[in-house]
């Protein structure tokens, strides 16, 4: 058990928790806007959807709480991994010059992270920690419909968008599936699964924002 515990402790298993735990939010992230997705066919298509998960009872909270586990080490690894590296940066304008190729996701890692869980603890705060005596679609319409919230809910996606494209490609990287030939194949397909769930997200926005009464009976 004790070279599990060192490999967890070493840089290179600190990632390896990062790719996995970020494989998993990742996962969870595609089934979210698919689920949501319910919401272009209709007030009845979303209830029903919503009501098909609250069915599940005992099973939700389970996976809200592994979830939230998941989330939380992701957290904690990332940001341990951050303040390590700088700490080893002892020429930081070196390394900021010599750092060819990176791009805007991979630059702006921590500072998206924050942005995502502030923007997470709002969403929580809008749809988990309130009235569920109310249909789901008579919680969200007045909501996603106030140009304010608009205009957060935009910033956040904007944070995901960056985040996960260079999330998903680093991922690949860490798990140590990496060449030549088959990087540029990979990092299409990376922003492609990202452009994919920021795509459904913000589509809702535009949707609830133009079509207030949308989702009203």
């Not at 970020?22 to 029903?48: C, D, P, Q, T």
């Not at 957290?75 to 390590?84: H, I, K, M, P, R």
């Not at 997200?201 to 989702?215: D, K, S, T």
Request: charged fraction near 10%.
């Amino acid at each position: 058990m004790s070279w599990f515990i060192e490999t967890c402790r070493s840089s290179l298993g600190k990632k390896y928790i990062m790719a996995l735990t970020g494989l998993l939010l990742g996962g969870f992230l595609l089934i979210h806007a698919a689920g949501n997705s319910s919401i272009f066919w209709g007030r009845s298509a979303f209830v029903s959807y919503a009501g098909h998960l609250h069915s599940l009872g005992i099973l939700v909270n389970i996976f809200e709480v592994a979830l939230a586990g998941v989330f939380l080490l992701h957290v904690a690894t990332g940001l341990v991994l951050f303040l390590e590296n700088r700490g080893a940066r002892t020429s930081r304008y070196q390394v900021s010059r010599s750092a060819g190729g990176r791009t805007w996701g991979s630059r702006t890692m921590p500072y998206t992270g924050l942005v995502i869980l502030a923007f997470l603890l709002l969403h929580l705060a809008n749809f988990h920690f309130t009235d569920h005596d109310l249909p789901i679609a008579d919680i969200v319409s007045p909501i996603l419909s106030n140009p304010l919230y608009t205009l957060l809910y935009g910033t956040g996606m904007a944070a995901l968008a960056l985040h996960t494209s260079h999330g998903f490609w680093s991922l690949f990287q860490s798990l140590g599936i990496s060449h030549p030939r088959y990087d540029r194949p990979i990092r299409i397909l990376a922003l492609g699964v990202c452009a994919a769930i920021v795509g459904v997200f913000a589509a809702i926005l535009l949707l609830l924002l133009v079509a207030g009464g949308y989702l009203q009976a």
